[in-house]
């Protein structure tokens, strides 16, 4: 420091000095700001602790007061034993002192339990301060708190396990492939169920195994679900068990996506139906084919009929139906016995299959009767030489247990589309030329042609009567009972339309419903019997009759009306029958000639009103067709409850339609039931409900209703 001559310091030697000091001092306070910062940063965001070497803790911030739920007076001074859980081993602890007595980070994951008892997960970072002579002389710990992802870990870890115990002890068969076809994974029932090793299933693909006629199904059902974007779709096929056996799988096959919601993988789900497959089958043959003959039988015949006749539609071609019977049949059966009758029954079947092409189908419809299908004809002579071969073979008398037996047959003629536009028509105006054969002594055979139909003076007086009676509202309904079997209360009935004519007197159904179908008038018909059962049911639900349902007959005629429904809506509105108490009862047939026929009952059902397929079993419904129709009953027909207690067959299908019908969760009633050994075999195979002589016969709306009176007072005492 310099002076002057007064001997007092010189300003700028201060300045001097001063300014490094100043300078220096500036950044240290930059500094600790900056440290301040990240501190308060670190406290707002983390919990942090500062402990001794000895594990003592020093420092305990705002956040690790709060998740420990202590005071900080209460932390201080103390180790962190003050939080342990109990979760984590010793080995645990003594790793992470190792660790950070070497002067390491330590980093993991701890489960701690607050002053409360509470858990709580913290992610973990241990920091060591080292002395100069590189030993540690404290430890900052930074956690955060990761309970939430903790619990939802050990949520997904729950569901794992729980879906990994599902899938391992299921009996389904579950699996996961990839787009191609390859498993990914496959449950143990594999092994169980086929007998494949499982590590030999996932190195293999799905397709291998399926049975070479299902494989382009399957393939079609897997591309649909990624063209598409389905969720899910369903199939049935067969797969090979080891001993190159196959079953019958249903199968569901849902799609996985991957976080960008791309179609990655898929899930099946094969479940084992084969005893179902074989039940159908079974069912199937037996209610499709004549029992004495092997033959197609009327519901087989004319399912191929209609299949063949849109065929024809389609590529113009043409088609004939023979329908063929035994000339007084009825005097065989009464001279020589039934047991000779079925073997000429038998005869007859052999005889015309061999007069017929390989691509011809022969039917037995029922009784005597045959019927004969030519399809892809060239000309009427073809149909000629057939009918006039099958003539000519019974020439031949038939030989039996040493006797020989004379027999004839007369058939009737009618050629798609000369002769009807439809199977049901061509059929009619074959059997309408076969009687013409009979009418001319028999033993013969004729072409349908118009005179036939035109001649016939009961159609034409039919139709005439019918229509006055439509107009005159000559018709009334009778009501026949609907029972609970297991419980005999009765639950509903039928209404059946009846025609008394002023003059003919009582006409019968099968005269007149099939006119009124032909000609289109069981559309008036038709909706006055229902609106007259509409009011009828009101007026004994007025009366206290509230739980009955009223069950009508819609026809397939009916279903051309492009206003049924809102006409139903009408009638429902006007009489004031709530849906749930209707009924509408259609036979199977009306599934094969409309398309949309499934379409229509759906919405019928939306409104509440109850399906019922009547006739079951003589129709078009196949066994894996019905459960996809909107139906919710199943009415057997009565010729297969007639002879229940007579005939296997007729047992067995019955009791097969019923444990289909409960698998579909289907109601089921007979129709026809008239003796109490039919009324014991219902009830033993789970019929719960009946229809039939046994329990009353139709009866008029009087009558019914003193059935009811006495029904309900019979109830009342029980």
Known sequence: MRADYKGKADPSADWYIQSPLLV?????????????????????????????????????????????????????????????????????????????MKGEIWRGEIRNKAKDGSLYWVDTTIVPFLNEAGKPYQFISIRNDISLRK?????????????????????????????????????????????HNLTDLEASNLLQWVHVEDREIVAHGIQQISVTKKVSSQLEFRIQMR??????????????????????????????????????????????????????????????????EKHAKRFQSQLAILFLDIDRFKYINDTWGHEIGDLILTETAQRIKKCIRSIDLVA?????????????????????????????????????????????????????????????????????????????????????????????????????????????????LDYQPKMDLSTGRLIGMEALVRWDHPELGRIAPNKFIPVAEDTGMIIPLGEWVLRRGCEQAIEWQQQGYSQLKLSVNLSVRQFYQPNLLDKIKEILKDTGLRPQWLELEVTESVFAVLDDAAAILQEMRDLGIHISVDDFGTGYSSFSYIKHLPIDTLKIDASFIRDIHQNKESQAIVKAILSIAQTLNLNVIAEGVETSEQLTILSEDGCSQGQGFLFSQPLSSQDFEQYLKNSFQFALHR
């Open 24 to 100: 220096q001092d500036k950044k240290l306070k930059e500094i600790l700001k900056e440290l301040a910062d990240i501190k308060y940063a670190l406290d707002q965001a983390s919990i942090v602790a500062i402990t001794d070497q000895s594990g003592r803790i020093l420092y305990a911030n705002d956040q690790f007061c709060k998740i420990s739920k202590y005071e900080r007076e209460e932390l201080l001074g103390q180790d962190h034993r003050i939080l342990n859980s109990g979760y984590h081993s010793g080995d645990f602890f003594k790793h992470m002192w190792a660790t950070i």
């Open 364 to 476: 037995r419809l029922g009784g005597d009767e045959f019927t004969v299908m030519l399809t892809n004809l060239v000309s009427k002579k073809e149909v000629e030489l057939i009918a006039g071969r099958i003539h000519a073979s019974f020439k031949e008398p038939i030989k039996m247990g040493g006797q020989l037996y004379n027999i004839s047959c007369s058939l009737g003629i009618a050629i798609f589309p000369l002769d009807g536009r439809n199977a049901d028509e061509l059929l009619k105006r074959a059997d309408m030329a076969l009687y013409a054969v009979k009418d001319q002594g028999r033993n013969g055979y004729s072409f349908f042609h118009s005179d036939m139909e035109e001649s016939s003076l009961e159609r034409i007086l039919m139709e005439n009567e019918l229509r006055k009676a439509i107009e005159l509202e000559q018709f009334h």
């Open 151 to 195: 619990g939802m870990e050990e949520e997904i870890r729950k569901s794992e396990e729980k879906y990994r115990l599902i899938t391992e002890n299921s009996s389904d068969l579950i699996s996961i492939i990839d787009g191609e076809g390859n498993f990914l994974y496959v449950s143990p029932s594999h092994t169980f169920r086929l007998g």
């Open 243 to 308: 001993n190159g056996e196959y079953i019958y799988v249903e199968t569901r096959i849902s799609s996985i996506l991957n976080e960008s919601g791309y179609l990655q993988n898929f899930v099946l789900v094969m479940r084992d139906i084969t005893e179902r497959k074989e039940s159908e089958q079974t069912i199937y043959h037996l209610a499709y084919h004549d029992s004495l003959t092997e033959l197609p039988n009327r519901r087989l015949f004319m399912d191929r009929l209609r299949k063949e």
